[in-house]
């Protein structure tokens, strides 16, 4: 009661005691403390003092994937960032500037369909776009080759800041971002055939459709492919872990890579699966897999 009399006024929608499971792609989580969304960088920085004032953490969530909440919820701010000036793209010459909570598959239609080449390798990823700049997404090729600067916001002061690209420090699954919010990014595309773009997309689409559990509740791939070229999914089907279950959480028969919620999954099923297929392939093969989804 007391955090909802002093929340700043903004122009977005803010919900109290609101549940995780709702927003996100794994449909798991508990309740939220304050679930707000922002539509303007002046709202975001009204949140962002609030929390720094009060102590409260803060968690950023776009289409909520990548991402497994607690059972128990999240006592802090949990900030969408998908709302208003965040969900907008316009292009200027082949530069495509994109706010951080631009659904990053319409993104790559938009640009598809404009002629423009370097986001195609990207089709079928879940997400955002501030997400898959902050975790630099891959599948044939990485967002990262096409960024030319991102606009952020310090976690510590609410300052806007603009990051050239010749600044930003990219790895696998990793950003030097980290502290920041992204607010959005403009990104250096190249003139190409939107008919031969548009199949790429539709190739690439269709290989995940027959590879992935897409239609299944999921947060995407759940480790990080190791070192040495072998992906994470070979090493857990190797186990025979395929179809492993726990609860109602259960490692993909279609990808080895996903866990899927089959219904009412909770975090400790999912966690407790993790754990298994950490261990059985740490004895088969001495490979020591790493999440990559988010634990709030």
């Not at 952020?152 to 980290?178: E, P, Q």
């Not at 055939?193 to 995940?208: F, T, V, Y």
Request: aromatic residues 8%; contains cysteine.
């Amino acid at each position: 009661m007391k955090d909802k009399e002093m929340f700043p006024k903004i122009k977005g929608r803010v919900l109290f005691h609101e549940p995780l499971f709702k927003h996100t792609t794994f449909r798991i989580g508990g309740l939220c403390g304050i679930w707000a969304q922002p539509r303007n960088e002046e709202d975001l920085k009204k949140i962002v003092m609030f929390a720094k004032s009060k102590g409260k953490k803060i968690v950023i969530i776009g289409r909520g994937s990548n991402i497994l909440p607690s059972d128990k919820g999240f006592d802090g701010i949990a900030i969408h960032i998908g709302a208003g000036c965040f969900d907008e793209a316009r292009f200027v010459g082949s530069r495509l500037i994109a706010g951080a909570g631009v659904a990053l598959n319409r993104l790559i239609n938009l640009a598809c369909k404009r002629g423009l080449k370097g986001l195609e390798g990207l089709a079928g990823i879940p997400g955002t776009v501030g997400g898959a700049i902050f975790m630099n997404s891959s599948y044939r090729g990485r967002i990262s080759d096409c960024l030319e600067e991102v606009r952020a916001m310090d976690l510590n002061d609410g300052a806007v800041i603009t990051i050239k690209r010749k600044n930003l420090k990219f790895g696998y699954r990793h950003s030097n971002l980290r502290g920041y919010i992204i607010l959005s990014a403009t990104l250096r595309l190249k003139r190409a055939s939107p008919q031969a773009l548009l199949k790429q997309r539709d190739r690439l689409l269709a290989i995940k459709t027959k590879k992935q559990p897409l239609g299944c509740f999921s947060a995407g791939c759940v480790f990080k492919n190791p070192d040495g070229g072998t992906s994470a999914a070979w090493y857990i089907e190797k186990s025979n872990l395929k179809g492993k279950r726990i609860g109602d959480a259960q490692i993909s028969e279609r990808h080895a890579n996903f866990i899927v919620n089959l219904k009412n999954a909770r975090q400790r099923d999912v966690m407790r699966l993790i754990s298994f297929a950490k261990k059985r392939v740490k004895a088969k093969f001495g490979v020591d897999l790493v999440p990559e989804i988010v634990v709030i």
